[in-house]
């Protein structure tokens, strides 16, 4: 079984299109369908409209319909997977359209590649958008456009995939949260703003619980869908607000890729090594343009600000993710 897991917070505009969509993907016949529909913590509760509009589209598949009241993608997706039957997982974000093929496709590369435990698709934008001269640029933050430049194991040009259309293996995804899957991008547990509920991230750290259990994290270019990103987010200051939200990620991210490369039971003082290194290389590729002059610079500055506030707790996080690592490898014989 294959367990569509869609979710949603006050996406009440968005989601009769993605809906929609999925009532028009091509099912194999080997292959049973379910839709999880997951209402992260809206204002007023979706479950009823989406149930409602899958009636109307006539009930396809069956459809499991659950409100999480805690805060945060990280919770509404754990909820989403504990609830779900299938032995694959097919990640859906609500503004998302599959392309009629993308269960078939998908479905058929897990099956012929039982190593990979992630696979990642490819976010279009429709053709009738306007898009801002940066888009081409920035277009991965927004979950759109190649993850790798063949088809296959994203390494060495990435480590992860985006959410967006990603799929996971069950199988891989259950040995991770065995093994004690930390889910520090959970923010709901140390802030309940906004911005820290929204801050991404959730996406890779999932590809490198899995990739800790040994299995590969893949891209295939031909599973496509459109991503219907609000026109109203092609603004410069989304885009300011996008970049800040992708260095803070992409420092906890960075724990990952470290503890990847260690083989020690535990460390001390690691963000002071951290914050050396992020020293040294800034000088070590210096170049005199405006880019690293200006937003590389900045980008430097913000990290490091952030590893200061940090310090303790992100040694904490390392261990943390080192013991499950270490707990990984042992459990699954690697």
């Given at each position: 079984?294959?367990?569509?897991?869609?979710?949603?917070?006050?996406?009440?505009?968005?989601?009769?299109?993605?809906?929609?969509?999925?009532?028009?993907?091509?099912?194999?016949?080997?292959?049973?369908?379910?839709?999880?529909?997951?209402?992260?913590?809206?204002?007023?509760?979706?479950?009823?409209?989406?149930?409602?509009?899958?009636?109307q589209?006539?009930?396809?598949?069956?459809?499991?319909?659950?409100?999480?009241?805690?805060?945060?993608?990280?919770?509404?997706?754990?909820?989403?997977?504990?609830?779900?039957?299938?032995?694959?997982?097919l990640?859906?974000?609500?503004?998302?359209?599959?392309?009629?093929?993308?269960?078939?496709?998908?479905?058929?590369?897990?099956?012929?590649?039982?190593?990979?435990?992630?696979?990642?698709?490819?976010?279009?934008?429709?053709e009738?958008?306007?898009?801002?001269?940066?888009?081409?640029?920035?277009?991965?933050?927004?979950?759109?456009?190649?993850?790798?430049?063949?088809?296959g194991?994203?390494?060495?040009?990435?480590?992860?995939?985006?959410?967006?259309g990603?799929?996971?293996?069950?199988?891989?995804?259950?040995?991770?949260?065995?093994?004690?899957?930390?889910?520090?991008?959970?923010?709901?547990?140390?802030?309940?703003?906004?911005?820290?509920?929204?801050?991404?991230?959730?996406?890779?750290?999932?590809?490198?619980a899995?990739?800790?259990?040994?299995?590969?994290i893949?891209?295939?270019?031909?599973?496509?869908?459109?991503?219907?990103?609000?026109?109203?987010?092609?603004t410069?200051?989304?885009?300011?607000?996008?970049?800040?939200?992708?260095?803070?990620?992409?420092?906890?991210?960075?724990?990952?890729?470290?503890?990847?490369?260690?083989?020690?039971?535990?460390?001390?003082?690691?963000?002071?090594?951290?914050?050396?290194?992020?020293v040294?290389?800034?000088?070590?590729?210096?170049?005199?343009?405006?880019?690293y002059?200006?937003?590389?610079?900045?980008?430097?500055?913000?990290?490091?600000?952030?590893?200061?506030?940090?310090?303790?707790?992100?040694?904490?996080?390392?261990?943390?993710?080192?013991?499950?690592?270490?707990?990984?490898?042992?459990?699954?014989?690697?």
């Open positions: 079984m294959i367990s569509l897991i869609l979710c949603s917070h006050n996406g009440q505009e968005r989601i009769f299109s993605t809906i929609l969509s999925l009532s028009k993907l091509k099912l194999s016949a080997f292959t049973k369908v379910e839709l999880v529909f997951v209402d992260s913590n809206s204002s007023q509760s979706m479950v009823s409209l989406v149930n409602d509009i899958w009636q589209l006539g009930n396809l598949f069956p459809l499991v319909s659950i409100r999480e009241t805690k805060p945060g993608k990280v919770a509404a997706l754990r909820l989403g997977f504990e609830q779900a039957s299938g032995d694959y997982f990640i859906v974000d609500d503004d998302n359209e599959l392309q009629f093929d993308y269960l078939e496709q998908g479905y058929d590369y897990l099956q012929k590649n039982p190593n990979v435990g992630v696979l990642g698709g490819q976010g279009i934008i429709p009738e958008y306007e898009l801002p001269d940066w888009f081409e640029t920035y277009s991965y933050h927004f979950a759109c456009g190649p993850q790798n430049i063949q088809d194991d994203v390494r060495p040009l990435r480590n992860v995939v985006y959410g967006a990603m799929w996971v293996r069950k199988e891989a995804y259950l040995k991770a949260l065995k093994n004690g899957l930390p889910f520090i991008f959970d923010f709901h547990a140390s802030d309940q703003s906004e911005k820290a509920l929204n801050n991404g991230g959730e996406d890779g750290e999932l590809c490198w899995i990739r800790f259990q040994g299995y590969e893949h891209y295939l270019s031909t599973l496509v869908f459109f991503h219907r990103i609000a026109e109203s987010k092609f410069d200051t989304y885009l300011k607000w996008i970049q800040e939200r992708t260095n803070n990620s992409t420092l906890l991210g960075t724990i990952y890729y470290r503890v990847d490369k260690l083989n020690v039971p535990r460390v001390k003082h690691f963000w002071l090594k951290e914050l050396v290194f992020i040294l290389n800034y000088f070590k590729n210096f170049r005199f343009n405006f880019s002059l200006t937003l590389e610079l900045k980008r430097n500055f913000i990290n490091i600000f952030l590893l200061l506030k940090m310090r303790s707790e992100y040694d904490q996080k390392i261990n943390l993710i080192l013991n499950f690592k270490n707990l990984s490898i042992k459990s699954n014989g690697i």
